[in-house]
């Protein structure tokens, strides 16, 4: 049998115990930092990104060691594309499927739906509009430590496609990636 198919029974045959105990319903507020990485399909562009933050709100209902984890995340980035300021801000709302392995330590995954996207630059005062920063969907992973009710989170958020854009007379399509570290408190 396959090394990753017995991995993921013994992980699964340990979770099950863990949860007879009942589901347990918690409330999480976090904050942080997020670094991004974009890619265009364009000639002529050159992109780069500063740090940017979110925000987050989530709702972790757990069975043990398994859960379920509904969130709402604000995002914002800065985007220079040639030299000129991109402002990006996105709401998505993150369902990410949990795994408690070691005391303190879980593991998740899941898909990201964006609810709100924009992003625009500004040219002698006046706003344009750039496109969709990320698409509607896109999937996280990553590992968070909970120490009593302090939570350090690190994730990453990928795109399964790509954007369509616009930037002064140039229609890239642009692929995005994030790496975001974040402090929390769970109540």
Do not use: W
Not at 62 to 71: L, M, T
């Amino acid at each position: 049998m396959n090394r990753r198919i017995l991995t993921a029974i013994a992980l699964l045959l340990t979770a099950f115990p863990a949860a007879a105990a009942g589901p347990r319903l918690g409330l999480q507020a976090r904050a942080g930092l997020n670094v991004a990485d974009f890619s265009a399909s364009a000639e002529g562009l050159n992109l780069s990104t500063r740090l940017g933050f979110h925000a987050a709100v989530a709702v972790p209902l757990s069975f043990g060691a398994i859960g379920v984890q509904p969130e709402l995340m604000y995002m914002r980035n800065t985007l220079k594309v040639n030299g000129q300021k991109v402002k990006m801000s996105n709401v998505e709302l993150p369902v990410l499927f949990t795994l408690r392995l070691l005391g303190p330590l879980s593991v998740f995954a899941g898909p990201a739906f964006a609810l709100s996207d924009c992003s625009y630059y500004r040219i002698d005062g006046e706003r344009r509009e750039f496109g969709n920063a990320k698409p509607t969907l896109t999937y996280m992973a990553g590992a968070a430590v909970r120490l009593n009710h302090l939570v350090l989170d690190c994730r990453f958020n990928g795109a399964f496609n790509k954007t369509e854009n616009y930037f002064e007379g140039v229609y890239p399509r642009i692929k995005s990636y994030q790496l975001l570290f974040s402090v929390g408190y769970a109540f």
